[in-house]
């Protein structure tokens, strides 16, 4: 292992995993809007691919990677700062993230809750006890968080299947319920994802999804207001009924309809073929 560049002597930074040529470039769009958005804020690095602009980056820590990338992102707390946020590549950050710092003054690590992990069953693990997303995790280093990453990095292996496939989420899950961890949620603004149904109150700061087009558009629609409000997909931000005035409610039902009878077009389409 090795490294690059100039090292930061901050108390927070941002780090990301970037395994492959693709991800290195999603991950330089995604650091540049972390430039443009919170100054001065140091960016890590990690990845088998050296960037074609490394002077975006504060650190490049070069790994070998011999694990799919969703199993190498594990590895985030070698992110050297008394408070670190890790951030998928394809990301959007369009607000400040002191915020989510600011909730390490009490907690030691912060998600976001997922829509996710109804679909499947861990004996001693209660349904009630969420399902956190990993592609936004904000911590402060101590040995409680290190011996949960070694947790987690473990669980990982041992929940692969026979074909290859990992289980970055559900071993999270796993190694939260198992640790004594101070732990809490971040709201969806923090990570706010065009696939899922999403609540959201006050401005979002954080979009991930693959499509960086389509994120621009989720900061058009969702930055028009700061009440409480919900992101539904394909169809946009709706307000409670009671207070949407009649044109914005007919609006609100006309994309409903117009995004079923698309949706039902495609999927007959789908089925033809």
Request: one cysteine or more; aromatic letters at 10%; charged letters at 20%.
């Amino acid at each position: 292992m090795s490294s690059s560049t100039t090292t930061s002597s901050s108390a927070r930074g941002v780090i990301y995993v970037a395994v492959g040529r693709r991800y290195v470039e999603e991950s330089t769009v995604s650091a540049a809007s972390v430039r443009k958005t919170n100054p001065g804020l140091p960016i890590y690095l990690l990845t088998d691919t050296a960037p074609a602009n490394q002077e975006l980056w504060d650190k490049v820590i070069f790994i070998t990677a011999t694990m799919p990338g969703s199993a190498m992102k594990l590895h985030m707390d070698q992110a050297p700062w008394e408070r670190c946020l890790f951030l998928d590549t394809d990301t959007l950050i369009v607000g400040s993230l002191e915020p989510a710092f600011a909730l390490l003054d009490r907690f030691e690590l912060a998600a976001m809750q997922h829509s996710g992990g109804h679909h499947y069953k861990i004996a001693g693990l209660p349904d009630s006890f969420p399902e956190f997303n990993s592609g936004v995790i904000a911590w402060r280093r101590n040995d409680r968080v290190g011996a949960f990453f070694a947790r987690w990095r473990e669980l990982y292996t041992q929940m692969m299947e026979p074909n290859g496939r990992t289980w970055d989420q559900k071993s999270l899950r796993v190694a939260l319920y198992e640790s004594d961890l101070r732990i809490t949620s971040l709201p969806h603004g923090y990570n706010l994802m065009p696939y899922f149904p999403s609540i959201l109150e006050n401005e979002a700061v954080v979009l991930h999804g693959r499509n960086i087009e389509n994120l621009h558009r989720m900061k058009t629609r969702t930055s028009k207001s700061t009440s409480l409000r919900a992101y539904v997909p394909g169809i946009g931000i709706l307000h409670h009924p009671q207070t949407m005035r009649w044109p914005d409610l007919l609006n609100a039902i006309f994309r409903m309809l117009a995004w079923k009878i698309r949706s039902g077009i495609f999927s007959k389409g789908s089925r033809a073929r």
